[in-house]
């Protein structure tokens, strides 16, 4: 379980994708591409919580660290996550320090926090693990906080500074729409932003994340100091591929 956090927090290049299908076998390919992680989407995927145990069961076959997203930065969601035994959870939406510190603290089992205990569930082999899970999980699980307002920017250093937060993540849609400048990822004031998370996080010990959309931006990110960088989504790629294979058929009508 711990593997992802300690090689994160060594900012090493930790190579992702997201999983917005729904789908095991999608998630299974995703594990078997060779990523370091993948993410499977509550916020916006289209999956519930039966269809996450069913990716995450396809994941645990591969070599990648399944994480998951929850909807929303509440306690209920964590535990209800976590108890299925993924590496880690990215919570969308935070904004301040505290509701960084509200994340970690639903993350892990008290004292250090407000996770709720319970034994016969997945995450510790359910009941013939739980006592080395319940020992290792406050300091293996990763904790991802999602940075998508320029406010939230502007208070990353407060952010970056809470014990437990692993990484912050950038969320460049969310992120530019909060900014006034939709999609517009070129533009100085959105690099102005990557900029600062970057130098802030690596200050901080702590690793810059964010998702693109096109292979041609890894470079921009790794000389802004980004080091867990996720690329693409299942669904993303199925629809560029199906798109290109119409095409490639209408061209002869």
Known sequence: MNWIRQRVLARELMAGTWLNLGSSLTAEIAGRAGFDWVV?????????????????????GTAAAPLVRIAWNEAPRFKRVLDLGPA?????????????????AAVRYP??????????NRAGGFGREFQSYFREANE??????QVETEATVGRIEEIAAVDGVDVCFIGPMDLSVSMGIPLQYEHERFVAALRRVGRVCRDAGK?????????????GVLE?????????SDGGVLMDGMVKMADALRAHK
Request: glycine share 14%.
């Open 140 to 145: 293996g699980l990763l904790t991802v906080v």
């Open 224 to 232: 802004k100091g980004f080091t867990f960088i996720g690329l693409g």
């Open 207 to 219: 690793a810059a994340g964010i998702l693109l959309s096109r292979p041609e931006q890894i470079e």
């Open 40 to 60: 499977v989407d509550l916020e916006h995927g289209a999956g519930d919580h039966e269809s996450l145990l069913h990716q995450l069961h396809a994941i645990s």
């Open 111 to 120: 004292p250090a926090g407000i996770r709720g205990v319970a034994s016969v």
């Open 88 to 104: 880690g959870v990215v919570v969308p939406y935070v904004t301040t320090a505290d509701e960084a510190r509200q994340a970690v």
